[in-house]
């Protein structure tokens, strides 16, 4: 199990310890005669139904983006990028800049094709752009599906 692996487990049980705890709360809430307690309740019963949504959402979006780059791997396609990585491991930005036009550029050649989004997800990364990053990525996942 890598680190990124081991980190998410750990903290989807601690978020999912947390979600207990708090559904506990709220069912004593509830079971109280007051009808504010019961508000209360109700409404910190609805939290740990939201966490445990975006827990299954993320998880399933990484799993996902696992399988793709699997597919990548077993191809030997995976993406080789001429920018240099600090001593971290990321990516030194101001050169994934650089690189990112001709990325870009074969996305939109190519708008169908789910290994450029995802290579165009990579490259959203190295600059430094989550949220981009990730549409990408859910792109390259929902084209895969077709």
Do not use: H
């Not at 079971?31 to 993320?58: C, D, H, T, Y």
């Not at 430094?128 to 859910?138: E, I, P």
Request: with cysteine.
């Amino acid at each position: 199990m890598t680190g990124a692996k081991l980190g998410a487990v750990v903290m989807a049980a601690l978020v999912l310890m947390y979600l207990a705890l708090m559904g506990q709360q709220g069912y004593y809430f509830l079971i109280q005669e007051n009808w504010v307690s019961k508000a209360m309740g109700f409404f910190i019963l609805i939290l740990p139904i939201f966490g445990l949504w975006g827990i299954f959402r993320e998880l399933r979006f990484g799993l996902a983006i696992e399988k793709l780059g699997k597919v990548l791997e077993q191809e030997d396609a995976w993406p080789r990028f001429r920018f240099g990585v600090m001593p971290s491991g990321r990516a030194i930005k101001t050169e994934a800049l650089q690189e990112f036009p001709e990325y870009a550029q074969k996305a939109e050649a190519d708008p169908e094709n789910w290994r450029s989004w995802f290579t165009l997800g990579l490259i959203y990364d190295a600059c430094g752009n989550r949220k981009l990053a990730r549409k990408a990525m859910r792109k390259a996942i929902a084209l895969n599906q077709r």
